[in-house]
Each structure stands twice: as structure tokens, then as C-alpha cells.
């Protein structure tokens, strides 16, 4: 069994099954959707995350996270396609999702057969989500929160990260962690839409789709998204 959720999280996981429940429509409520380019995954999203974020900060009476998991990303969304048209990659195996955000990637991996799944967030909104996600889409993901950035892996056979290359001091948090796990063992996946953040020969090319865009503050209606490997 899964250790019990507390504190932040525990607060965050009743938050959101609040919203869940809650009765009535707008662009600041939570709906169960499909996935357009993975309509195997329905998750809890907003309607408009900016809209749910600001009433929930207003009803709280002090600043949150960003919401990041009420929008579906476009590298997430690559990287849950490549996993469940070749669920080798996952079947029989032990995942990590890293910044899982909704816990897409996490949940498709989940789908496709992996042994054990793990979605990491460092927000607590997050990973009480990804709980709510996995059990709609019936699956089990287990759930941890913190920084791993700095940590080494250890039991982990396949480690995947969409959408973590958005800034530049993040990509160069980003790629030692994976460049440290793929050299301990463990197959690395990467889903990045091209935000120029990640420096050239660094990571090689596995697939290439293009992904509908659902995120908000974006101007084409599909982005090109490359699954990548560690080189």
C-alpha cells in the first residue's frame, strides 16, 4: 500500500477533489477531458488555468503555484503517445516520471505495462493530480514530491521527462540528472517542443510528432514535439 499523503499535499489532495465535486461550469472549474493526442488518458483539467488559479488564490487568501498541471503540455502529450504506441518501453519495467505535472506521462506509462510507476512534482497540486488522474484512468501510480535534481537514481529502469527544458537554468539543472541517470543504467526518454533551451548534441532524436496545442498563451494551433534520448 501507499503511504498516506500529509501535510501540503494531503491539503492540496482535498482541494482538488472539492473542485472535483463541485457542481456548475466556467472557465474556473476542473473538467475530466480526453487527451486529444492521447485519447487513451482523460484527465482533470481547467477550462483556463489563469482563471483557476487566480480564484483559488483569492479563496485561499495568499499566493500558490502556478498551476502547470491543469494544462496539458505538448511534450507530455509526445512522450505519452511514444510510450503507448511501444509499450515495450515500458512493460515489465520501473518508471519514473519526473515533473510530472497531471501525471500523463506517468498514467500512459502505467497503461502500457510498467511494473511500478512513480510521478515526482515538487508541487504539492501536483502530485495530489497525479493521485486524482491515476484514479480516474484507473491505473496505479505512486506519488513523491521534492527536488530529485540533485540526487542520484536507484531503482529505476526507465526515467521520462516531458516539457522539463522550459528555461535555461532549468535545462542546466535538467540535463546532468538525466545524463547522470542514463549513465547508471536507466533509459531515458525526453518530450521537448523546441524551446531553445537545450544546447546542441546534448540529446539524440527517437520520434517526432505533431502534437495539438492545448496549453495556454500559445499562438499555432500544433507544435512539433521530438521525443529524445540521452546521446
Known amino acids: 500500500m501507499l503511504a498516506p499523503m500529509r501535510g501540503a499535499t494531503a491539503d492540496a489532495l482535498t482541494e482538488i477533489e472539492r473542485e472535483i465535486d463541485a457542481p ?16 487513451e488518458v482523460r484527465l482533470h483539467l481547467a477550462e483556463d488555468a489563469i482563471v ?29 503517445r511514444h510510450l503507448l504506441d511501444h509499450p515495450d518501453l515500458a512493460a515489465g519495467r520501473r518508471v519514473l516520471d519526473l515533473a510530472a505535472g497531471s501525471g500523463l506521462v506517468a498514467i500512459a506509462a502505467a497503461l502500457a505495462g510498467a511494473e511500478r510507476v512513480v510521478a515526482n512534482d515538487i508541487d504539492p497540486y501536483a502530485v495530489a493530480a497525479v493521485t486524482v488522474n491515476a484514479r480516474a484512468n484507473d ?7 521534492g527536488d530529485l535534481l540533485d540526487s542520484d537514481l536507484e531503482g529505476v529502469d526507465l526515467l521520462l521527462a516531458g516539457d ?22 536507466a533509459e531515458v526518454l525526453v518530450g521537448d517542443p523546441g524551446r531553445g533551451h537545450l544546447p546542441p548534441g546534448v540529446l539524440a532524436t527517437v520520434a517526432s510528432y ?22
Open 52 to 80: 483557476w488559479w487566480a480564484r483559488m488564490e483569492a479563496q485561499a487568501g495568499h499566493a500558490l503555484p502556478a498551476p502547470y498541471w491543469a494544462s496539458v503540455w505538448a511534450g507530455g502529450q509526445a512522450l505519452a
Open 164 to 185: 522539463v527544458l522550459y528555461d535555461a537554468t532549468m535545462a542546466a539543472r535538467v540535463l546532468p540528472f538525466l545524463r547522470r541517470a542514463a549513465a547508471g543504467g
Open 210 to 231: 505533431p502534437v495539438p496545442t492545448t496549453e495556454p498563451s500559445v499562438d499555432s494551433t500544433v507544435r512539433r514535439v521530438q521525443v529524445l534520448r540521452p546521446r
Open 24 to 39: 456548475g461550469g466556467g472557465l474556473d472549474r476542473l473538467r475530466l477531458v480526453r487527451i486529444p493526442f492521447v485519447p
Open 139 to 145: 491505473v496505479t501510480v505512486a506519488t513523491t514530491g
